[in-house]
């Protein structure tokens, strides 16, 4: 069984299955809002713009269109910062309801339709016109002002409708316990298999271990079926940690190069990590590099005190 759980005290959310921890994402209040901010500096070699976009608060913002220090600028907090960087906004803001989507830009693009979803002209009409509202937003005042909010968490349950949400104290919680003891530990353990995860500050490396049983088929296809068996697990973990940037992987050595490379990305595509493969070096390990969507889980619950 599958559920959703909440801790809106430490802002997590997550979902366990078969009595783990198989997700776990700590939210922000700010994350997908759209503000009208103040540009308060600028680089203008970079086209760069740094914004106010609550009291006291600034994000990093790139933009071809050019604006004077002291202007206003509708902004979407689109990333929160990471390793000391300020978060990132972006002027191409995306809005949604239940049944439609649409930006910024092209100024006349029109709402469009989810995957699934029936045609409502009333709920696409209404978008549209949160859309231009947005837009004439820019010439008011007071500023800073949060505009629009739809956080992480919300737009989760929504996707997750069907499943049961449960709200739980996080620290109380038996699987994130068991989760946390596990994060303490470099290896990782499938069935009678392992892992060891090494997570560097610029670069994460993951070894494949052998198995402990005796082989009865050759030593290649041995070894092939180990790292065939890891593959979704490796992916896993990475997803649950939110590890990003570089990350090498050493597979046992084995033949067929290609099957592990195919595995790897049909289970990189499954989990959606927006991330790109490089395949074996030429010292056979498997490169990979995974955009960073904030610090990775151990930081997190370092900073929460919950490590």
């Known amino acids: 069984m599958s559920y959703i759980f909440v801790d809106e005290k430490e802002k997590a959310f997550g979902v366990i299955s078969e009595g783990n921890i198989c997700k776990l994402n ?82 006349r693009k029109r709402p469009w339709l989810k995957e699934g979803k029936a045609k409502d002209k009333q709920k696409a009409k209404d978008l549209w ?54 994060l303490k530990d470099k290896r990782v353990y499938y069935k009678d298999l392992s892992l060891i995860i090494e997570e560097l500050e610029t670069l994460t490396v993951i070894d494949v271990n052998s198995s402990s049983k005796k082989s009865k088929n050759n030593k290649d296809k041995y070894l092939e079926n180990i790292n065939l068996a890891l593959v979704d697990t490796i992916v896993q973990e990475l997803s649950l940690r939110n590890i990003g940037g570089m990350i090498v992987i050493d597979f046992l050595r084995n033949k067929d190069k290609e099957r592990i490379e195919k595995a790897m990305t049909l289970a990189l595509e499954r989990n959606n990590l927006p991330c790109k493969s490089y395949g074996f070096s030429q010292m056979g390990l498997f ?21």
């Open 129 to 182: 016109d949160l859309k231009e509202k947005l837009i004439n937003e820019e010439k008011f005042y007071p500023t800073p002002k949060v505009l629009y909010k739809r956080s992480e968490l919300d737009r989760f349950l929504e996707a997750n409708r069907d499943m049961e949400v449960n709200k739980v104290d996080l620290r109380e919680l038996r699987e994130f316990t068991d989760l946390v003891e596990k």
């Open 287 to 307: 490169e990979i590099s995974i955009e960073r969507r904030g610090d990775s889980l151990r930081k997190e619950l370092a900073k929460r005190n919950l490590l």
């Open 26 to 107: 700590f939210y922000s209040d700010d994350l997908n809002n759209i503000y009208r901010g103040r540009v308060k500096n600028k680089i203008d070699s970079l086209n760069a713009y740094f914004v106010e976009y609550d009291k006291g608060k600034d994000i990093f913002l790139n933009s071809s269109i050019p604006y004077k220090v002291g202007d206003n600028v509708i902004v979407q907090y689109v990333k929160e910062g990471a390793n000391g960087k300020l978060p990132q906004g972006s002027l191409n803001f995306t809005i949604e309801n239940d049944s439609y989507q649409v930006r910024r830009y092209p100024l």
